[in-house]
């Protein structure tokens, strides 16, 4: 049965990748504007432009031009980048892990932040702190990342200038690694000085996209440990004379934590889709700030790549979630 | 007993009054700018740039928030950017919702097949980046209010859709629906008499959410300069102006900043405030 459910997620998940080409191609296949007449010097004969026209194959009809884009891809081919004359996989691949260790690390911040709050009010429930951080929540809720951007770069770009809110990496220390997640290999190195560089580069940027997220968590969890704390087996441990704190980490957290675990699956993609301008906004040379640069030059095949691998972000972290929940969640087991 | 956690709550009673109290006074600011703005809001002059705000050395009389680097009085144009982003708040967040209310109504409550191909709809939508989406739909759909207006509807119509799905699907499973079948009504009657007027605070609450994310949506827009013509005042294209020039004039950055935390704010605090008030259960 498991086995089936797994399945259907993977069937509807290609048939969502699929739509997701169709839309992006049929939306800029509007675009007024010939970029191929962008490209050239003034003074190109047609027979320069025809030639230009063919080799990316904007003479064929756009349904033929489908085709043949989506068999590139299936095979790995996402074309040629207008703009650089790069293959779009290898740009896409460059800028993929530098916008990935910027989310993660917003997870991971936006995960002990809200699970910190979300702890502390239900210790503390029934006082004036507990209000005080429903009432952060609900705000912390309802301003966007943008906006809190441009908060974290007045205050600590500004007012207290501590942290780079420019950039991902110092001009003068951009290593020259092995692979493009310079976070991660600048441990696996001990380079610890350039470490250090790239948390002062991304942490505000990292912050911006945590904080609404961190409140969502809070929220949730609290009220599921809420829900759980008036249970039988947790009046049980209480009796048998366990502390308050043990009886809220040990006990009640490990029922209350699925829903939450849930709904950081989706949130998750959501804060994905705001690196594109908190990427903008701090200068931080990933796939979003690269997206931007692509639709503003029409840079028609690099926008469908990178869309398309926003897309296929998005769908395997929703079926991953999905999955999870199926195991972790005993009623579905046998379901 | 009296709970302290109450007192906090207690005082947001008020949320409702703050709220509203700011959207009106923007209102009146946006409607009457062209009579009781101090300036023209495109007017140059290098001479008055870069003018800090009143209460600091240096300030000019008549520029209350100071001046950015072309001389422009940073209050006028707040007052103009106003009148965008609330054109936008109001006309594209209630066109979202028409759209997308009336999708998730026919999807939770038909089910079968106009269900399926709304739902992979929504499953597609769901995986493009959102703000990636609206700034190729600018770029195919050229500059302009419009264009922002359509771009905002196109790829927020399923916040909507999803929630009032989920709703009508409930409530359709309910017993007074199943009386008003029997009892003879048509569907399409059920469904605008009997399940609308229940899901309707839910689909009100969302709309002014909505129109604070029209006005975050706008302002992302201009600053990426994508929004309408680049002369006309927009609280995000001063964002993106006070950005470059932060470290001389930290003014032109922060108060149009404000305006938009503000606003943003009230939306949703006034949704949150009209939910508790419509709801039977609190009440």
Redesign the interface.
């Known amino acids: 049965m498991l086995a089936r459910r797994i399945l259907t997620r993977l069937l509807?998940t290609l048939?969502?990748?699929l739509?997701?080409s169709i839309?992006?191609f049929v939306?800029?296949r509007?675009?007024?504007g010939n970029p191929i007449a962008m490209m050239l010097p003034p003074g190109a004969t047609q027979a320069d432009i025809d030639r230009l026209n063919a080799l990316y194959g904007f003479d064929r009809s756009i349904l033929a031009q489908y085709f043949i884009w989506l068999g590139g891809v299936v095979q790995g081919d996402f074309g040629t980048s207008i703009q650089t004359r790069q293959p779009v996989l290898d740009l896409v691949l460059r800028r993929l892990p530098a916008t990935l260790e910027l989310a993660i690390m917003a997870l991971v911040i936006a995960v002990a932040l809200g699970g910190f709050l979300a702890l502390t009010g239900t210790r503390l429930?029934?006082?004036?702190t507990?209000?005080?951080i429903?009432?952060g929540n609900?705000?912390a809720?309802?301003?966007?990342d943008?906006?809190w951007g441009?908060?974290l770069?007045?205050l600590f770009?500004?007012l207290w200038p501590v942290f780079d809110i420019s950039g991902r990496v110092s001009p003068s220390l951009v290593p020259e690694f092995y692979t493009r997640f310079f976070l991660f290999e600048s441990v696996l190195r001990l380079r610890f000085d350039l470490w250090l560089d790239l948390v002062r580069h991304m942490l505000m940027p990292a912050l911006a996209l945590a904080i609404p997220l961190a409140a969502i968590i809070g929220q949730l969890l609290k009220q599921s440990l809420k829900e759980t704390m008036h249970l039988d087996y947790v009046t049980l441990a209480r009796t048998k004379g366990y502390g308050e704190n043990h009886v809220i980490v040990r006990e009640a957290l490990r029922n209350a934590v699925l829903p939450t675990l849930t709904l950081i699956g989706v949130q998750f993609?959501f804060l994905?889709?705001?690196?594109?301008?908190i990427e903008?906004?701090f200068s931080y040379e990933g796939l979003?700030n690269m997206?931007?640069d692509a639709?503003?030059n029409?840079d028609l095949p690099l926008?469908q790549g990178?869309?398309i691998v926003?897309?296929l972000l998005?769908?395997v972290i929703n079926l991953i979630v999905d999955l999870l929940y199926t195991v972790l969640n005993p009623r579905l087991r046998n379901a | 007993m009296l709970?302290?956690?109450?007192?906090?709550?207690r005082r947001?009673g008020l949320r409702l009054w703050l709220s509203g109290g700011w959207l009106v006074l923007l209102l009146l600011a946006a409607l009457m700018a062209p009579w009781i703005a101090p300036h023209d809001p495109l007017e140059q002059d290098l001479f008055t740039s870069r003018l800090p705000p009143f209460w600091m050395a240096g300030a000019e009389p008549g520029y209350w928030l100071g001046t950015d680097s072309l001389g422009r009085d940073v209050l006028t144009r707040i007052m103009y950017g106003a009148r965008v982003a609330l054109i936008v708040a109001l006309v594209a967040g209630t066109a979202t919702m028409l759209i997308g209310a009336a999708l998730g109504l026919i999807a939770g409550y038909y089910r079968g097949w106009p269900d399926m191909v709304i739902s992979?709809?929504i499953?597609?939508w769901?995986?493009?980046?959102?703000?990636?989406f609206a700034?190729?739909?600018i770029?195919?759909l050229?500059t302009g209010l419009t264009s922002v207006i359509i771009a905002i509807i196109v790829i927020d119509w399923t916040r909507f859709a999803r929630v009032v799905r989920a709703e009508a699907m409930a409530q359709g499973a309910m017993d007074y629906v199943a009386s008003a079948q029997v009892a003879g009504q048509r569907r399409l009657g059920i469904m605008l008499r009997e399940i609308l007027p229940n899901v309707l605070p839910t689909i009100v609450a969302l709309l002014t959410?909505e129109m604070?994310?029209a006005v975050?949506v706008e302002?992302?827009l201009s600053?990426?300069n994508?929004s309408i013509s680049t002369d006309d005042p927009t609280w995000g294209g001063m964002?993106a102006e006070g950005?470059t020039s932060?470290?001389q004039a930290?003014w032109v950055?922060?108060f149009p900043?404000a305006a938009?935390?503000l606003t943003?704010?009230s939306f949703?605090?006034l949704g949150?405030g009209l939910k508790d008030r419509f709801d039977p259960v609190l009440r």
Do not use: C, N, Y
Request: neutral net charge; without cysteine.
């Open positions: 509807t048939v969502t990748l739509g997701v839309v992006v939306v800029i509007v675009v007024p429930r029934g006082t004036a507990e209000g005080a429903d009432v609900g705000m809720l309802s301003i966007p943008f906006l441009l908060v770069i007045l770009g500004v993609t994905i889709g705001g690196t594109v301008i903008r906004l979003g997206a931007i639709v503003i029409r926008i990178i869309v926003f897309a998005f769908t | 709970d302290a956690r109450d007192m906090v709550k947001l992979r709809l499953d597609i769901m995986a493009f980046p959102p703000v990636l700034i190729l739909l770029a195919v050229g959410l604070g994310i975050i302002a992302i600053f990426v994508l964002i950005r932060i470290h930290w950055l922060v900043l938009l935390f943003v704010l949703s605090q949150e």
